[in-house]
């Protein structure tokens, strides 16, 4: 008599499971494509698209903009800031302009920048996200990731470290009204609630204590490139300075094109700017401070409004409007071929 094998020795069986969902025996629907039902999708999605590309034509036709490349106008703050050692000497240039109508509404202050790669790998990668959050902020073994600027010769690290924070832009534009023939006013720009809520809560932080934030950056200095270590990057808003300063935190979202823009500041509607920016002529001030004569660069400044699709770009409400344009011409096409078809599919045969 041959020994008796467990159940459980038996060798398991590979198959599935004989249930209705492992053995596909569930009842399911299959589509099936008609001419009617073709015909329909490429009209409903072609008058979308047509929809959407016009209304965002429309929308940023009303988009007003004032783009001033300043570069040219601080010839001699280029010049002088082509050598290195005159970094610390302050030279500043005015730049006039007019508003011939009233701008209504929110109004955006952004700098651009024209010819500067953000997007180079090595760049992007020069940062560290822990010092960034506040922590391990003195640390030299966790900013290798940072170099060639993580730390001094001296052995005294930057903080914040790497090759994005080093090339903080740094030049100070002040905007100001001439409201009269002698009197100027200086238009009040909101230099805070200009990031994203994940980057200002979530990606960035101070370290501690941060009450006292000259103590919580002790044991390290700015970047070389710095003027200003980071506890005094904003020196009229206390809460706006190191990691969570929203210049810093927006210059740190690299861009992924070399010609680009950063917002600046916001219009603070209150006192004669409460419906927006009134007509007349205007002034920009400006720290020079940011060189980019090495690299071939321009500087800009753009005054501008934004509607629900943004600022103004052409772009995609051109693409949809196109697209659409295409889909609704193919569908007639493909409507055309669908009736001939079936006309002849109507007429008798006939036998000669």
Known sequence: MGKKVAKEDLPKSKCPDNSAFKQQRIPAGKLTLTAESVL??????????????????????????????????????????????NSEKPCSCTVNFTVNKTIQG????????????????????SRDYAQLLGRNGTDTETLSSCAPFSMYSNGTPMAPCGAIANSLFNDTITLVYQSGASSNTQVPLL????????????KFNNPKPREDLVQAFAGSTRPPYWQKPPYELDPLDPSNNGYVNDDLINWMRVAALPNFRKLYGRLSRVQEFSDGLPAGNYSYIINYNFPVSKFGGKKHVILTTLSWCGGNNMFLGL??????????????????????????????????
Not at 67 to 79: H, K, V
Not at 191 to 202: A, I, P
């Open 191 to 202: 230099r805070t609630g200009n990031t994203w809520w994940s980057d200002k809560n979530v």
């Open 319 to 352: 693409a949809y409007t196109v697209t659409g344009a295409v889909i609704i011409l193919t569908a007639f096409v493909m409507l055309a071929v669908y009736l001939k078809k079936r006309e002849r599919k109507k007429k008798p045969f006939s036998r000669k």
């Open 40 to 85: 329909s999708c490429f009209f409903i999605i072609g008058l979308f698209c047509l929809a959407v590309g016009i209304s965002w034509i429309i929308a940023t036709t009303n988009v007003k903009e004032i783009w001033i490349s300043y570069s040219d106008y601080c010839s001699q703050c280029t010049q002088l800031r082509e050598n290195s050692s």
């Open 106 to 125: 929110d109004v955006f202050v952004y700098y651009g920048l024209s010819n500067f790669f953000q997007n180079h790998r090595r760049y992007v990668i």
